[in-house]
């Protein structure tokens, strides 16, 4: 199917999903960076700070790994993987603009999380984590882990929309 095209359902135009997926992107890079950049300033590290009683706290720390602190002893890798990851991302939705509104969320989620972590692998040599959730153990995050996991959300359901259109339209 042409790009320029939309069919049923699709949403917006492919222009609009470029832009929608861009626009996602960058936004969620600024509210990331400035979050470390809060947390950096304000919270000590590893110190832990109340912010959702029994739900969410607050804890400075660095990872020099990627998710649960893997290849932790390798930043230089990640920082390049997250460069290749971001820059792929970017020249993707340029020259394929994502084919419906779930997979441009997916691509801009997607890019502003690798972008994100890769700024902080960069620029400080690990990623600045500082949210955790409680009581359960569970690794401490960030906005940009967070946008990784919603674009993993949106590629499921991106993947699963046409599967139950094509169902429901073949029910009498």
């Known amino acids: ?23 996602l992107a960058t936004l969620l890079l600024l509210f990331d960076q400035f979050s470390k950049a809060w947390a950096l300033s304000r919270l000590p590290a590893g110190e832990v700070h109340p912010f959702l009683p029994g739900l969410l706290q607050l804890r400075r720390v660095s990872n020099t790994g990627a998710a649960w602190s893997l290849l932790s002893s390798h930043p230089q890798l990640l ?6 990851v971001s820059l792929g991302l970017l020249l993707w939705i ?3 603009p994502p084919t419906d509104r779930w997979q441009a969320l997916a ?13 902080d692998r960069w620029r400080l040599g690990a990623v600045v984590d500082f949210l955790e ?40």
């Open 1 to 23: 199917m042409n790009s320029s095209t939309a069919s049923p359902g699709q949403g917006p135009g492919p222009k609009r999903r470029k832009l929608l997926a861009l626009l």
């Open 79 to 84: 920082g390049w993987i997250s460069l290749l």
């Open 94 to 96: 340029l020259r394929e």
């Open 107 to 119: 691509f801009g989620f997607l890019l502003g999380g690798a972008a994100g972590n890769g700024l």
């Open 133 to 172: 959730f409680m009581p359960i153990s569970f690794p401490i995050f960030n906005i940009a882990d967070i946008a990784i996991n919603l674009a993993v959300a949106c590629f499921a359901i991106h993947l699963l929309a046409p599967q139950r259109r094509s169902r429901g339209s073949s029910n009498p």
